[in-house]
């Protein structure tokens, strides 16, 4: 009786041990000890396999909260009435809105939108004139792919933008494409999808910023499935390929499967887009935790506006119910432009700009759950300068479902606030970008997750402190 009890009880016992614990000089399975190790069992075992078999690196979590609701911040003050050709995307706290201009014609102009501020900027302007490419955010770079200087006239030109060095040119693409779509698969490979303006590029161009390389994919969509200005992005290792034009508008989508080594692609005809009419055009898209996002573009027959967002999920493999909200004058020409990024656990789908004939809303258009503000999820509290890194324990704790972690930094740096459970594997990034130095706090919503132990884990520079908190339900 004594021995089953003490079995009975033994997880119990062990999740106290992990609450209470000992120091992390006398533990030897303190928190940070206990979650570097499984990190670096998981680096250990990913280093150790040849490039060429290499696993599918991108897990889906689920974890995130998705958009209920449509919130608009604005118009871009370089833009109020529009813009066509433009490509955007995150880096840090800021969004970034390059080439392209209000009369479609391509530029080099650059705009920045900052979350903490809720206001635009002028950026560093591009080396040379780009219109309907797109822009990747890849590691902690930006990297502008395809794209042309005017419509039917595709440029080689790739650019790189890094803060603080500005915009360089790097290798150029083997095959200049215009209206594709650009994403960046385990933060390491950038894909240049399909893309072309009369002629329609079928196969995907890959891009690898640590060789400054460009490779084909090893595998095409079918004869007639090329296309461009279409909606796409990366969910796992799926590249997801939707709407678009081919000499007609479109609603079928493709599922691309990368292989092993991230050559190799093998496609596969999915659900298409449940848009109305024969198709769209100029949709906008991106993919990120779990979901595929398609904005919707100029549609076929008239009227060319729908305001509708169509959320494809990854794992069930269907389509779910479209939210809508930017109102009957939406606009189009999204390709490239469209972005995502999660805000203390939350997803934030960015629509900057578009037009069309017709329309009449432009701006910036966030899909989004729980209110219009963005600062929400992550926020600087004060702008008092901190003297020393700091990580305090989150609080409520044990909590349901959310909590709030705050910490410091005295100087600016990359920062990443991540969340691991019990066993050492990544659940949700709260943070993963250039912060200046100063008091912030980020919040944890555990809503999609488990009840039991988990763990957050700061590293800015040199600094790096783990601590424990837990879920209860």
Same mark, same amino acid.
């Given at each position: ?209 640590? +060789?400054? /390389? %460009?490779?084909? *994919? ?5 004869? #007639?499935? =090329?296309?461009?200005?279409?909606? $796409? ?30 050559? +190799?692609? /093998? %496609?596969?005809? *999915? ?5 109305? #009419?024969? =198709?769209?055009?100029?949709?906008? $898209? ?188």
């Amino acid at each position: 009786m004594k021995t089953k009890l003490s079995i009975y009880f033994l997880p119990v016992l062990f999740s106290l041990f992990l609450i209470l614990g000992y120091s992390s000089q006398d533990n030897p399975y303190s928190d940070e000890n206990y979650i570097d190790t499984k990190i670096q069992q998981q680096v250990n075992e990913m280093t150790s396999m040849s490039p060429k078999s290499l696993p599918s690196e991108i897990q889906l979590d689920n974890s995130a909260i998705v958009p209920d609701s449509i919130c608009y911040k604005g118009p871009i003050p370089a833009y109020p009435d529009g813009c066509v050709g433009i490509a955007s995307n995150w880096l840090g706290d800021t969004l970034y809105v390059a080439g392209g201009s209000a009369n479609s014609n391509p530029s080099m102009d650059v705009y920045r939108y900052s979350i903490t501020s809720d206001s635009w900027s002028t950026g560093v302007s591009m080396p040379v004139e780009k219109s309907v490419g797109s822009l990747v955010k890849c590691g902690n770079a930006l990297y502008y792919i395809g794209g042309s200087n005017g419509f039917g006239t595709p440029t080689a030109n790739t650019l790189r933008y890094r803060v603080g060095l500005g915009w360089d040119e790097v290798a150029p693409i083997p095959t200049p494409v215009e209206g594709n779509a650009g994403a960046c698969w385990g933060d390491s490979v950038i894909y240049c999808i399909m893309g072309g303006w009369t002629q329609y590029y079928r196969s995907v161009q890959i891009y690898r910023p640590s +060789t400054d /390389t %460009w490779s084909r *994919g090893s595998d095409s969509v079918p004869s #007639g499935a =090329g296309r461009r200005t279409f909606a $796409g992005g990366i969910v796992g290792n799926k590249i997801y390929a939707a709407s678009g034009w081919s000499g007609a508008a479109r609603k079928d989508m493709y599922i691309g499967t990368i292989g092993a080594n991230g050559n +190799t692609i /093998t %496609w596969a005809l *999915g659900p298409q887009v449940p848009c109305r #009419g024969t =198709g769209m055009s100029r949709s906008g $898209g991106v993919g990120i935790d779990g979901h595929f996002y398609v904005i919707a573009g100029q549609t076929f027959p008239d009227p060319q506006q729908q305001d509708s967002i169509f959320i494809f999920n990854t794992t069930s493999g269907t389509w779910q119910t479209p939210l809508s909200g930017r109102g009957t004058g939406a606009a189009a020409n999204y390709w490239g432009v469209v972005s995502a990024k999660d805000i203390g656990g939350k997803i934030n789908i960015f629509i900057p700009g578009g037009s069309i004939t017709g329309a009449t809303t432009f701006g910036l258009y966030v899909a989004r759950s729980g209110g219009c503000d963005l600062t929400t999820g992550i926020s600087n509290l004060n702008l008092e300068i901190p003297n020393e890194y700091s990580l305090s324990q989150n609080y409520p704790n044990p909590f349901n479902p959310a909590t709030k972690i705050n910490f410091s930094i005295p100087v600016n740096g990359l920062v990443t606030l991540k969340i691991y459970n019990v066993l050492g594997k990544e659940v949700m990034t709260l943070i993963n970008e250039h912060k200046p130095a100063g008091n912030y706090g980020a919040e944890f919503n555990g809503a999609n997750l488990s009840s039991g132990i988990y763990f957050f884990r700061m590293e800015t520079g040199e600094f790096v402190d783990v601590k424990r908190m837990m879920l209860i339900k």
